[in-house]
């Protein structure tokens, strides 16, 4: 009885039979919460992935360049294959494509923590050797038999498991760009094709704003993991010497891919029942409208899906270069460039940042990314829609409205490349000097042990601050080091670093930065609507397909490869393992804030610059008095004519 009802038929031509409602599998709003949920695990990685990059380079001895291509890889993928989603459309079982994306996302969420698993656990500079003569890592006068035990330590470098990790990861990456192909070109299309008309801006509305939130629950979740201890599943908790503000402090990186993987697995589940073609959503304003998979449709698209791949690669490059000779369509999309790189530059880097200029955890300057920069962006994208629908702005106002956003987003950005802290003082290192009164203590250049002289200047160890003594106060088991060489006054070094001294600074600081981003992401929604009102009615799709293409040439790919190079030139210290240079341990923080942020002012004065010459170029248009869009009811028209003319432009 009602059983049999629900399993009637499921001929997606045939007549829509209530009962089929009843199964939620039938249900676009069903496919709504599953799609969510699924974009919601699948940016949680992204995001999450930029929120551990710099434990990742500290952890293997990256530099920020290699960390920042790390970063950037998964655009590889994403990059070659987003091409073929526009061929293939409505011809493939959506819904599984998506589920098996979504698969392939959990399993390469799986390879990323797998260098955890193979290799061994992480070593750091507690001492300057293993052997019994210098277990403290003190200065002293002759020269530790330390050759056998620093060989094994090499070898144990050189392992495969361990020359492995950094291609583990790339592939890693590459195949979650793959994952991500199918999942929201697909998921979009499908939600528009099977939604109401009145429901559809609704649906794609709230992905949208899960796309948003997505990357701030990855960041939210980095900065929860990071708090544990990169190998707290091979060490006891009373082993575990290092604290959350060492600089030597590795968190758990590897623990949020599981679960972020476990998530993927789930959210991937629904969509292996979904048919290939669920019920059109009931609306006042679909009564005359068939639906996107009957016969009418398939016969008035099927001049545009009898084309063979090859035809359509073709073509493809003759369409994108037509639309490209859009001025007002290129401007904008170089203007956006510009935002995107500056917005994956700053997303990589913005957390090291924090925590190497005002001396935080890891974890803390994650979370200040994750809870307040981002919210106030998404913010800042909602309003930005808000106040173009309140003031109906047209194309000209958009840009003006953009322009206006970037231009404050300018004056909000440059007071920030004088706030921050001056580098401190590292004995042998900054300012750069030959240390004398350690020169006599047979100190290995891997030495890393910070400690800090009663004096405030700074000791890569105790070893090169010429410590000779080690004291521990049995109340508070605190350990101090006495009769040091290098240290004025007292002589005496506590563990850790002395940090930048500026950390007031730090709330000013990220309340311009959060205001930044809020202004500048007012331009995001106006920009996307003059790129849909500036195009073609038939080339829509292939503009907003070769937008994403640049963002990701352009942008995703070499911004954090940029920033990680420019980083890179402002080490003063690089560390060194074997013979071999690993990640740096010090920066000259002045020339850090000067280059990373200015930077950013590069790319806002660059999208300003594209953004004044849309709105110069639009008064052009108006002064010529250039004729109007087709009214709204001619709009039908206006489709099946451009229909017909891309069909006979993929044919040719």
């Known amino acids: 009885m009602g059983a049999k009802d629900l399993n009637g038929t499921s001929d997606p031509e045939g007549p829509r039979p209530p009962a089929r409602h009843r199964s939620p ?29 710099s434990t990742i380079e500290r952890r293997y001895g990256l530099s920020s360049q290699k960390s920042g291509l790390l970063a950037a890889f998964n655009e590889v993928g994403n990059t070659v294959l987003i091409v073929f989603v526009s061929f293939l459309g409505s011809r493939v079982h959506r819904p599984r494509f998506i589920g098996g994306g979504a698969l392939m996302a959990g399993l390469a969420s799986l390879l990323m923590a797998l260098p955890h698993f193979v290799g061994g656990a992480y070593e750091y500079t507690d001492r300057i050797s293993s052997s019994g003569e210098n277990s403290s890592g003190l200065c002293q006068s002759e020269s530790p038999l330390t050759t ?9 470098q050189e392992s495969p498991a361990q020359l492995g990790v950094y291609p583990l990861l790339l592939m890693g990456q590459l195949l979650l760009g793959i994952a991500a192909v199918p999942i929201q070109p697909f998921g979009i299309s499908f939600i528009d094709d099977h939604a109401s008309r009145k429901n559809s801006p609704l649906y794609l509305g709230i992905l949208l704003a899960v796309t948003s939130i997505g990357p701030a629950f990855g960041f939210i979740t980095g900065s929860l993991m990071l708090r544990f201890y990169v190998d707290f599943d091979k060490f006891p908790e009373g082993e575990i010497k290092l604290t959350h503000k060492d600089l030597r402090w590795v968190g758990a990186w590897w623990l949020g891919f599981l679960v972020a993987a476990c998530l993927l697995f789930l959210t991937a589940l629904p969509y292996l029942f979904f048919p290939r073609s669920i019920p059109k959503e009931d609306g006042d304003d679909d009564v005359v409208e068939s639906r996107p998979d009957s016969k009418q449709q398939q016969q008035q698209t099927n001049p545009v899906q009898e084309i063979s791949l090859l035809q359509f690669l073709k073509s493809f490059p003759r369409i994108a270069l037509r639309t490209l000779r859009s001025p007002i369509y290129l401007l904008v999309v170089l203007a956006q460039v510009n935002l995107a790189a500056l917005l994956a530059g700053l997303a990589t880097f913005m957390a090291k940042f924090i925590e190497r200029q005002f001396s935080q955890t890891v974890s803390f300057s994650t979370m200040m990314i994750g809870g307040v920069c981002i919210p106030l962006a998404v913010l800042g994208t909602i309003l930005g829609g808000v106040l173009m629908r309140r003031l109906n702005l047209s194309v000209s106002g958009a840009s003006k409205l953009c322009t206006a956003a970037i231009l404050l987003c300018m004056f909000s950005s440059t007071p920030l490349l004088f706030i921050g802290c001056p580098t401190q003082k590292i004995g042998g290192v900054f300012p750069r000097d030959v240390l004398l009164c350690s020169s006599g203590c047979w100190c290995p250049q891997e030495a890393f042990n910070p400690v800090c002289g009663s004096d405030g200047v700074e000791f890569r160890s105790p070893c090169h601050a010429g410590c000779i003594t080690i004291a521990t106060d049995p109340k508070n088991n605190a350990t101090n080091y006495t009769e040091c060489r290098c240290v004025a006054g007292l002589g005496s070094a506590a563990p850790g670093t002395c940090g930048s001294g500026c950390s007031g600074l730090l709330l000013p600081f990220v309340a311009l930065l959060g205001v930044t981003s809020f202004i500048a992401s007012f331009s995001q929604t106006p920009s996307y609507m003059m790129i849909l009102r500036t195009v073609p009615t038939e080339d829509k799709s292939f503009a907003v397909g070769v937008q994403y293409m640049l963002f990701r040439v352009l942008a995703f790919m070499p911004g954090p490869v940029l920033y990680g190079s420019v980083i890179d030139t402002t080490c003063i210290l690089w560390g060194e393992k074997c013979g071999k240079r690993t990640s740096c341990q010090y920066y000259n923080l002045d020339r850090f804030r000067q280059r990373f942020l200015g930077l950013q002012v590069v790319f806002v004065c660059g999208g300003l610059l594209c953004f004044l010459l849309t709105v110069v170029v639009l008064r052009r248009r108006a002064g010529r008095q250039e004729p109007q869009p087709a009214s709204k009811g001619g709009y039908e028209m206006v489709s099946a004519l451009s229909k017909e003319k891309e069909a006979e432009d993929l044919k040719t």
């Open 148 to 156: 056998s035990s620093s060989n094994q330590s090499c070898s144990r």
């Open 25 to 53: 599998f039938n249900s676009v709003k069903f496919f709504v919460f599953c799609h969510s949920l699924l974009q919601l695990a699948q940016l949680l990685v992204s995001g999450y992935m930029k929120s551990s990059i």
